[in-house]
């Protein structure tokens, strides 16, 4: 395992993290995953007060271990090494639209962790302009976050996104924030300019999901398979990122322990990309290239009257035609109109049609077919989220 410096906070993370999110099934199983976190060097582990039970096992966790100690927690004796020997701690709280409400909140998640302070906490999910103004009024829900951080009970303040480039980018520029979590991989690469605006500004970055999010890469299509060779889609996503020294670390959201194996067998490759590295990126590129009414993803073509996410169904199209991605692109196509402001947007079967965004795209697609035609290739039942089914 390698560490990276996590930007101005000088916490030095484990090139991978584990997210909680998955690991909900029993206490017994949470305490497992982190165990074997451990074991392959992991100091660094991110639950959120929505993940259900998340805090609750992994705060049950550290006092059945006596990890905490007054200066923060320790990774248990057998797992500390010269590189590493600190256990670091985020969790994530929703926006709040007052500073009293966020207060509460602070206290609900310490209380769950069993600790008097934690590492870092993040504003999970800053993703709509009313978020943004929430966090950026004087008497809001960051005087809190300010209050608790000044009291010593939050170290580092930072922020998870779901939200458009353009407030990413007006996030980043408050100022308020010591580190970003944001999403961006091989197939995702819109917020390279977030990527790069956050490290001017020295903050950490922690990669949401590259594997789940970037593509279902633990369980790939033959074609993207195949097209990847001899690499493998869940390695090369990895090494695109770690490649990139403002990449802090990547979050593994595993279900149970012997899903971190697999991912971690890289956890040692941050170098630049190799030569065949970059050959595969560049065929990977190749393929899309090929696709006749292959959306660019420059965005010209919103606002949408109907709030019809279009790019982002189009890419959607773009993976399942150049990839066979269909599965990935049918998993994210059922978010539409189920996910609220984590993922929003309409599906494409409210196109009416009215002609709007046609002259606006500089490739000339038939936008209208095109959202139709992957409704048809994309739509199923939808599927509650992760911590909902259980």
Known sequence: MRY???????????????????????????????????????NHIETAQGYGKSEVYLGQMI?????????????????????????YLTTKITPKSSAEDMAQAIDLSLERLGLEAVDCLAIHGLNTPEHLAWIQDPRGCMQAVQAAKAAGRIRHVGF?????????????????????NLHYNVFFQRNAPAVELASQKEMGIFIISPADKGGLLYTPPERLQ???????????????????????????????????????????????????EQ??????????????????QCYACLPCPEDIHIPEILRLRNLTLAYDMTE???????????????????????????????PRCPEQLEIPQLLQDTHTRLQGQPRPRLWESI
């Open 4 to 42: 990276r410096r996590f930007g101005k906070t000088n916490l030095h993370l484990s090139v991978f993290s584990l997210g909680t999110m998955r690991y909900l099934q029993s206490a017994q199983n949470a305490e497992a995953t982190i165990q074997r976190a451990f074991e392959l060097g992991i």
């Open 63 to 87: 006092q059945t271990l006596e990890l905490a100690k007054e200066d923060g927690c320790y990774l248990p004796e057998p797992y500390q090494t010269p590189d590493a020997n600190r256990l």
């Open 160 to 180: 998870s996104t779901h939200g458009s480039l353009a407030l990413i980018l007006a996030a980043l520029e408050t100022d308020l924030f010591e580190f970003v």
């Open 226 to 276: 195949e097209l990847c060779q001899p690499l493998d889609p869940l390695h090369l996503n990895a090494r695109f990122l770690l490649s990139q020294s403002a990449v802090t670390t990547l979050s593994v959201g595993a279900a149970k322990p012997e899903e971190l194996d697999w991912p971690l067998a890289i956890a040692d490759q941050i170098h630049p990309l190799t030569d065949s």
């Open 279 to 296: 050959q595969v990126l560049d065929r990977l590129q190749t393929q899309a290239q090929t696709l006749p009414d292959l959306c660019q």
């Open 328 to 358: 990935f692109g049918q998993y994210r196509y059922r978010m539409f109109e189920n996910a609220g402001h984590w993922f929003p947007g309409r599906r494409g079967n409210r196109c009416t049609d009215c002609g709007d965004c046609l």
